[in-house]
C-alpha cells in the first residue's frame, strides 16, 4: 500500500515562527507555566484543541461569500438544514453558535435538581450544563478506558450494565436522558461501537428513556467503527453515521470539529414537543430560528463541512494521521494511551516521568517541557483539569496533542514527535510543579504555576 496522502492541495499559507529557546523560557515564564496565557504568536505547532481551529476548504470559502444575510428564512440555512437531515435523518435541526450553547438548551429542557444523567464520558462543558440544571452527571465508561496500555477497540463504551444498575437503583423517572459521547475526548477520543449504541438503545427502549448523542466527532468515530468493529469494512461511512443517528433521539453537535469550521453548533431534538421548546429557548439567547447566533455565512460553511468531512478519503488521511503519530512515539519509547483515538494522541505523563507524583503534577511538568524544547503546545488532562478541591484524581495524568484539522503536513507532525522523543529521552530532568494561584473553577484556565 502507497503512502496516504492529504488529500488536498494548499491554496493560502499562513506563516508559522520559530522562537530561540531563551525566548521560549522567556516567555513561559511570563505566562506562569500556563500555556494558556501564550500569545499564539509565540506558539510554532499548536495542538491545543482540535476545536474550530481547522482549514476550510475552497468550496466552504465559497459559500462564504454565498452567504445570504436575512433575519429570517435565509437559503443559507435551508442549505445547512437539508446537508443535516440528509446526513442524519432528524427533521428537527436548530443551528447554534457553538457544542454548549446546543448543550445548554437541552439540559433546560430536559434537567432539573434530583435527576441524574448518565454519559460514557461527559465532556467538561457538557458536565458544566448538566451541573448548572442541578442535575447530577454521570460517567459510565468501561473499566477497560481506565487502562492506557489496554486495547480494547472499542474504549469509549457506555458501561451497558452499570446503565442497567443505576436505572435499577434510582428508577426510570430520575433519568431525563442517557447521552453516549462519540468519540469520548474526556477518555482518550475512544470511538464508541455500534454494537454498544444498539445496546444502551435497547436498555433506553425498555425504560423509555430517550438516548442523546454528543456528536462533536460523529465522523471520525464512524469511521473507526467501519475500521475496527467486525462486519463494518464494506459499509459506506455515510450509512454507518446515519445509524448512529438512528439510534438515538436528538443531538449536540459542536460543528467546530467533525463540521470542519471555526464557528457553529447544533441542536437536533425528534419530539416535536421538546423542539418546539428548545425554539423558544433558541430565540432567548441565541437568534432565530433560522441563524442561530450566527452569520448566514457561518451556516454555508457548516453545510459544505458536512458534506466534505463524510468523504472517505479525508477520513482515511486524519484517521491515519493520528495513527502514524502514535506508531511513531511508541518506537521512540514515548508511553501514550492505547489504540490512538480519533482526534488526538494522549500522552501518558504518569509513565512518561514517574518520577512526579501526581500532586505535582507530571502532565503540566510535560506540557512545559514540550513548549520549551519545541515551541510545541499541549494541554494537561489529569489532576491540574481535574483535581480541585473536592474531586477525587483523575485515573490517568493525561497530556492532549489534538491534531486540527487539515491545517499541519506530516513533516510538521515528524517534528512535533521528534520534540516528544526529545524530551522523553531528557525525562529524569523534568521537575515537579506546584500550583501558586489558583480560581475555584475550572482552574487549569487560569492557574499560575511554578517549578519546584
Ligand atoms: N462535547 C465534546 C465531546 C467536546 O469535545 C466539546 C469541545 C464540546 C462538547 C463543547 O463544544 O467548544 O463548541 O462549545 N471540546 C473542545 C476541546 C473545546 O478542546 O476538546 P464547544
Not at 59 to 86: L, T, V
Not at 98 to 111: D, K, N, P, T, V
Request: hydrophobic share 40%; aromatic share 8%.
Amino acid at each position: 500500500m502507497k503512502t496516504i496522502i492529504e488529500p488536498f492541495r494548499i491554496k493560502v499559507v499562513e506563516p508559522i515562527r520559530m522562537t530561540t529557546s531563551t525566548e521560549r523560557e522567556e516567555i513561559l515564564q511570563r505566562a506562569h507555566l500556563n500555556v494558556f496565557a501564550i500569545d499564539s504568536q509565540d506558539v510554532l505547532i499548536d495542538l491545543l484543541t482540535d476545536s474550530g481551529t481547522g482549514a476550510m476548504s475552497s468550496e466552504q470559502w465559497a459559500g462564504i461569500m454565498r452567504g445570504d444575510e436575512s433575519y429570517a428564512g435565509s437559503p443559507s440555512f435551508y442549505r445547512f438544514r437539508d446537508r443535516i437531515r440528509e446526513m442524519s435523518g432528524f427533521e428537527n435541526v436548530l443551528p447554534t453558535h457553538q457544542g454548549r450553547a446546543s448543550e445548554r438548551i437541552l439540559f433546560e429542557l430536559y434537567g432539573a435538581a434530583g435527576l441524574i444523567v448518565p454519559n460514557n464520558a461527559h465532556f467538561d462543558t457538557t458536565r458544566a450544563n448538566v451541573e448548572h440544571s442541578g442535575a447530577q452527571a454521570l460517567d459510565l465508561g468501561i473499566p477497560e478506558a481506565a487502562d492506557a496500555t489496554n486495547r480494547h477497540p472499542f474504549k469509549g463504551n457506555m458501561n451497558v450494565e452499570a446503565l442497567r444498575a443505576l436505572i435499577d437503583k434510582v428508577g426510570p423517572e430520575k433519568i431525563p436522558l442517557v447521552m453516549v459521547t462519540v468519540t469520548n475526548n474526556m477518555g482518550g477520543g475512544q470511538p464508541v461501537s455500534l454494537t454498544n449504541l444498539r445496546q444502551v438503545r435497547s436498555v433506553c427502549d425498555q425504560h423509555r428513556i430517550e438516548l442523546y448523542l454528543d456528536a462533536c466527532r460523529f465522523a471520525e468515530n464512524a469511521y473507526l467503527i467501519k475500521q475496527r468493529e467486525p462486519g463494518q469494512q464494506d459499509r459506506p461511512v455515510r450509512e454507518i453515521v446515519r445509524e448512529m443517528f438512528d439510534l438515538s433521539d436528538g443531538a449536540t453537535i459542536s460543528a467546530k470539529k467533525d463540521g470542519l469550521v471555526n464557528i457553529g453548533g447544533v441542536l437536533m431534538i425528534r419530539n416535536p414537543d421538546r423542539f418546539t421548546e428548545a425554539c423558544n429557548l433558541l430565540i432567548l439567547t441565541e437568534g432565530y430560528v433560522t441563524y442561530g447566533g450566527l452569520a448566514g455565512r457561518d451556516l454555508e460553511a457548516m453545510a459544505q463541512g458536512f458534506e466534505e468531512v463524510l468523504h472517505e478519503d479525508y477520513l482515511a488521511y486524519r484517521i491515519r494521521t493520528t495513527e502514524y503519530v502514535a506508531e511513531r512515539l511508541i518506537e521512540g519509547g514515548v508511553p501514550i494511551l492505547e489504540p490512538p483515538g480519533g482526534h488526538a494522541i494522549y500522552i501518558d505523563a504518569g509513565r512518561f516521568c514517574p518520577h512526579i507524583p501526581p500532586e505535582q503534577f507530571p502532565g503540566q511538568a510535560v506540557v512545559c517541557g514540550l513548549y520549551r524544547l519545541g515551541g510545541v503546545r499541549a494541554v494537561e488532562i489529569g489532576s491540574v483539569m481535574f483535581g480541585g478541591v473536592g474531586n477525587k484524581p483523575p485515573a490517568l495524568e493525561l497530556v492532549r496533542l489534538a491534531m486540527p484539522r487539515r491545517v499541519y503536513t506530516q513533516s510538521h507532525m515528524d517534528y512535533v514527535v521528534e520534540v516528544a522523543c526529545e524530551l522523553y529521552a531528557g525525562r529524569d530532568a523534568l521537575r515537579g510543579i506546584r500550583i501558586v494561584e489558583a480560581p475555584p473553577a475550572l482552574r487549569h484556565f487560569t492557574a499560575k504555576f511554578e517549578e519546584i
